[in-house]
């Protein structure tokens, strides 16, 4: 059986992995993540990324396929270098042979982020009822299932006190066009509930995010998006900007942090409270 490498967190400013500088202080000093879904410098888990390294973390990002250099160039836009490591979370392979590669730049994991999420084009728009099964099957295993084989993929590198952060929209109401991918979103709830229950003994925290609209790459392919980024601009309490990934990835950040330490199992909105108004 396979070890993982010895903890390499450094006790001066210098990142092991890179040899570049790094903050010693801050909200997340010491912590060692690995972050998904970096796919451009709008992608609210790149906005995870740099908050996490300027609050004193230090990062690992996956990717693959034709995303994988588009994510190397986002790498190199954080404040500090970060390596990316291939995971295409539905092969079995790149899943086994995670740990290794996370142990090799890092030693261990005090944090994940999940933020993955597909829909084939036939599962969104409106085609609700004529969606077939496989295409519906690959929603929910790209954008719930792969929470589970994430954290179980990274289960042994993560030491008690850990947190797993997924990223959410608000699965409580139907929205019209997004269809399977929430109806994935409700699984993706789901699933986050049993692993909290599960990882809770291992003192480990699971907690996702809902962000109401933000326009990123992912959301301006869905359907009818600008019907939805109209609600946020006119509905929400507080003023909402569909800009500005920044109030969701600093709420990613508090999750991360030890600062709620008896928190797993929770959906934290970040939304400008349109969830909880009728306007």
Same mark, same amino acid.
Request: aromatic fraction near 6%; glycine fraction near 8%.
């Given at each position: 059986?396979?070890? *993982?490498?010895?903890?390499?967190?450094?006790?001066?400013? *210098?990142?092991?992995?890179?040899?570049?500088?790094?903050?010693?202080?801050?909200?997340?000093?010491?912590?060692?993540?690995?972050?998904?879904?970096?796919?451009?410098?709008?992608?609210?888990?790149?906005?995870?990324? =740099?908050? *996490?390294?300027? +609050?004193?973390?230090?990062?690992? &990002?996956?990717?693959?396929?034709?995303?994988?250099?588009?994510?190397?160039?986002?790498?190199?836009?954080?404040?500090?270098?970060?390596?990316?490591?291939?995971?295409?979370?539905?092969? =079995?392979?790149? @899943?086994?042979? @995670?740990?290794?590669?996370?142990?090799?730049?890092?030693?261990?994991?005090?944090?994940?982020?999940?933020?993955?999420?597909?829909?084939?084009?036939?599962?969104?728009?409106?085609?609700?009822?004529?969606?077939?099964?496989?295409?519906?099957?690959?929603? &929910?295993?790209?954008? *719930?299932?792969?929470?589970?084989?994430?954290?179980?993929?990274?289960?042994?590198?993560?030491?008690?006190?850990?947190?797993?952060?997924?990223?959410?929209?608000?699965?409580?109401?139907?929205?019209?066009?997004?269809?399977?991918?929430?109806?994935?979103?409700?699984?993706?709830?789901?699933?986050?509930?049993?692993?909290?229950?599960?990882?809770? +003994?291992? =003192?480990?925290?699971?907690?996702?995010?809902?962000?109401?609209?933000? =326009?990123?790459?992912?959301?301006?392919?869905?359907?009818?998006?600008?019907?939805?980024?109209?609600?946020?601009?006119?509905?929400?309490?507080?003023?909402?900007?569909?800009?500005?990934?920044?109030?969701?990835?600093?709420?990613?950040?508090?999750?991360?942090?030890?600062?709620?330490?008896?928190?797993?199992? +929770?959906?934290?909105?970040?939304?400008?409270? @349109?969830?909880?108004?009728?306007?």
């Amino acid at each position: 059986m396979s070890t *993982a490498a010895p903890d390499t967190r450094a006790e001066d400013g *210098a990142d092991p992995s890179t040899g570049a500088a790094r903050p010693t202080g801050g909200l997340l000093a010491g912590k060692r993540l690995l972050v998904t879904g970096v796919l451009s410098d709008t992608s609210i888990a790149f906005h995870v990324a =740099r908050i *996490a390294q300027q +609050e004193g973390a230090r990062v690992v &990002l996956t990717s693959f396929g034709r995303a994988l250099p588009i994510t190397e160039a986002m790498a190199e836009r954080l404040p500090m270098p970060a390596p990316v490591l291939r995971l295409d979370v539905t092969e =079995r392979g790149d @899943l086994d042979t @995670l740990r290794d590669a996370v142990a090799g730049h890092l030693g261990g994991l005090d944090g994940v982020v999940h933020s993955i999420a597909f829909a084939p084009r036939s599962a969104l728009g409106g085609a609700f009822l004529d969606t077939s099964w496989p295409d519906a099957a690959t929603a &929910l295993e790209v954008s *719930a299932y792969s929470l589970k084989a994430l954290v179980t993929a990274c289960l042994p590198l993560m030491e008690e006190g850990s947190s797993v952060v997924g990223l959410d929209f608000d699965a409580a109401l139907a929205w019209p066009g997004y269809d399977w991918m929430g109806v994935s979103k409700a699984a993706l709830e789901s699933v986050t509930r049993y692993l909290a229950l599960y990882l809770g +003994e291992r =003192r480990i925290r699971v907690n996702l995010v809902a962000a109401g609209m933000v =326009r990123t790459l992912a959301a301006r392919s869905i359907p009818g998006v600008d019907r939805m980024e109209q609600i946020w601009r006119t509905r929400p309490p507080l003023a909402w900007d569909v800009h500005d990934p920044e109030p969701t990835a600093k709420a990613c950040a508090v999750l991360l942090s030890d600062w709620l330490p008896a928190t797993t199992g +929770e959906i934290l909105h970040v939304d400008g409270g @349109l969830h909880a108004v009728m306007t």
